[in-house]
């Protein structure tokens, strides 16, 4: 156990849906990440808040919409996806300037 | 910009033989390098991180690592490997010591021959 917790586990959803999975820490930690992660690709970093504030957003298409309502939770929305985004979703969260702790993920199946 | 190559994307050794899984980065500032080790079905854990101190870092589970600044280098190692080493290891740069800006490589899974 990180700390940082992870739900649901699992998720198939279809290319119509709308869901969110739901991250969160109790480590006082001020800056939460949210990372994708494919079979055969590095991790990628899809959104950063730090002290609820987004402050990176890299190019993630707009049907994935993140949202930090306090420091311990973080959200990410999930609407109109495609086959393609079907990945192991990651959460994140760190203290500024240190090393992240990371949740046991989301598996996404998008069919 | 940062970025990390992982050589071999599948390791394969003998339960008690020596792990060595290979990182080179590339970094135009002095980097903060990490390992993390994934298990089947679970998020990163951190293995060991390097932050300016000491070259040789030591981690959880046996495992060292040794920053080599002339050869752009943080490879992995553990003297003897134990079964329950089969994991996914990610090797990952950043230039600023947080998560904020930290590069993945793409992995390398270590698997432990009985």
């Known amino acids: 156990e990180t700390g940082v917790t992870q739900t649901p586990r699992h998720l198939v959803m279809g290319m119509t849906n709308k869901k969110s999975l739901k991250c969160e820490q109790h480590l006082g930690h001020n800056a939460m990440y949210w990372y994708k992660q494919s079979a055969k690709k590095p991790l990628e970093l899809m959104f950063v808040?730090?002290?609820?504030?987004?402050?990176e957003n890299n190019s993630v298409p707009s049907r994935f919409s993140p949202e930090c309502p306090n420091s311990s939770h973080l959200f990410l929305h999930l609407h109109t996806l495609q086959p393609e985004d079907s990945a192991l979703y990651l959460c994140?969260?760190?203290?500024?300037?240190?090393?992240?702790?990371f949740g046991q993920g989301t598996r996404l199946t998008v069919v | 910009a940062q970025s990390v190559t992982q050589l071999g994307s599948h390791v394969s050794v003998s339960e008690g033989a020596l792990v060595l899984l290979r990182c080179n980065y590339s970094s135009s500032v002095p980097p903060y390098l990490f390992w993390y080790v994934q298990y089947p079905n679970q998020g990163l854990q951190l293995l060991l991180k390097?932050?300016?101190?000491?070259?040789l870092v030591k981690g959880i589970n046996g495992f060292e690592a040794e920053f080599k600044k002339s050869e752009t280098s943080f490879h992995l190692t553990k003297p003897s490997a134990h079964m329950s080493d089969a994991a996914e290891y990610f090797c990952?740069?950043?230039?600023?010591?947080?998560?904020?800006?930290?590069?993945f490589g793409t992995g390398t899974r270590l698997t432990v021959i009985p």
């Open positions: 990952a740069v950043s230039d600023q010591g947080g998560a904020n800006n930290l590069f």
């Open positions: 994140a969260s760190s203290l500024e300037n240190t090393e992240a702790f």
């Open positions: 808040y730090n002290f609820k504030e987004q402050t």
């Open positions: 390097y932050t300016s101190a000491a070259t």
